[in-house]
């Protein structure tokens, strides 16, 4: 798919990709829609496909000259981009039924989990890096260790696309079995909205990182979720226990938006104690700010 330079940012908006039947058509759509966007940014020196050379100025380092360029031309030339490979990445994704939920926004949390899980899993495998996945909600529905060849992508994907939202929120738990699955360190991405018990969610990350992985992490709201914005009188449903609460939104949004940024600061303070990079993402938000946490991230690795 050739993407014209003046239409990248259209591929990482959650409504344009929504529209898109195919998974692994979105995931190439939004990879190489922020490709376009990061290779016109300053943001050089990140892991890509490829390398791009220009001819040696004096002042540049020697380290980043390619010596088998030169055996070939006799003459120095730098990469300014240079594939990084073998990194291993396990892909944690709730799919708990908290997360099939959207109010004004075009899709699910689980709906934009699944496609950005999807796009990570383009992504590493395209730049020849393993990537794992473990799905989970009360518990590991299913676990595919990290590989990294591009047939692989296939079973990732096929696995992506069956997911339906199931079962209760149980992240600390499902965290920490399947911790006990990674035997080398590498990257841990999870995505999730994270509804659970944030002592237990921090527990079990501390636990992550004590295995001396990179973690990331991924809270994906809608943003009716974080601002209560509604206006009229509901009848409010657990999409997981089913309890209903009826009540007027205006005389309780105060408190509840008191509790939420609590609830998330909590989270944000001690994923920073540990070391750990959490980022909230909304439903509403394009995809790049995501893909470009993970660069970022990858960037400090190396």
């Given at each position: ?23 692994e ?34 002042g540049?380092?020697i ?30 994704l ?19 989990a ?123 449903v ?29 989270l944000?303070?001690?994923c ?31």
């Open positions: 798919m050739a993407l014209k330079s003046n239409d990248f940012r259209s591929y990482l908006d959650p409504l344009v990709i929504s529209r898109i039947k195919s998974l058509f979105k995931a190439r759509a939004i990879v190489e829609g922020f490709m376009v966007g990061l290779h016109k940014s300053p943001y050089h020196g990140f892991s890509v496909e490829f390398s791009e050379h220009r001819p040696y100025m004096q540049d380092p380290k980043n000259i390619d010596w088998k360029v030169y055996a070939k031309r006799e003459k120095f030339f730098i990469k300014q981009y240079e594939e990084e490979t073998n990194l291993i990445c396990n892909i944690f709730d799919i708990s039924k908290s997360m099939d939920f959207k109010y004004a926004s075009s899709v699910t949390k689980l709906d934009y699944v496609t950005l899980a999807a796009s990570f899993c383009y992504l590493l495998i395209k730049q020849q890096d393993a990537v794992g996945l473990t799905i989970f909600s009360d518990k590991i529905h299913s676990y595919l260790p990290p590989k990294s060849n591009r047939v692989y992508l296939k079973t990732l994907l096929t696995s992506l696309t069956k997911i339906n939202a199931l079962g209760k929120t149980a992240t600390s738990l499902c965290l920490n079995d399947a911790a006990e699955k990674i035997k080398k360190r590498g990257l841990t991405i999870i995505i999730s909205d994270l509804f659970d018990n944030p002592g237990s969610i921090l527990s079990a990350l501390k636990q992550l990182r004590y295995k001396k992985n990179e973690v990331i992490v991924f809270q994906i709201l809608d943003p009716v979720e974080r601002n209560f914005g509604f206006d009229k009188d509901a009848i409010f657990d999409l997981e226990t089913k309890e209903e609460l009826t009540t007027q939104p205006y005389q309780i949004r105060s408190a509840y938006q008191s509790s939420m940024n609590e609830f998330i600061n909590k944000k303070n001690g920073l104690n540990y070391g750990i990079e959490f980022n909230l993402i909304g439903t509403n938000q394009p995809f790049d700010k995501a893909l470009l946490n993970y660069f970022s991230k990858r960037s400090k690795m190396n």
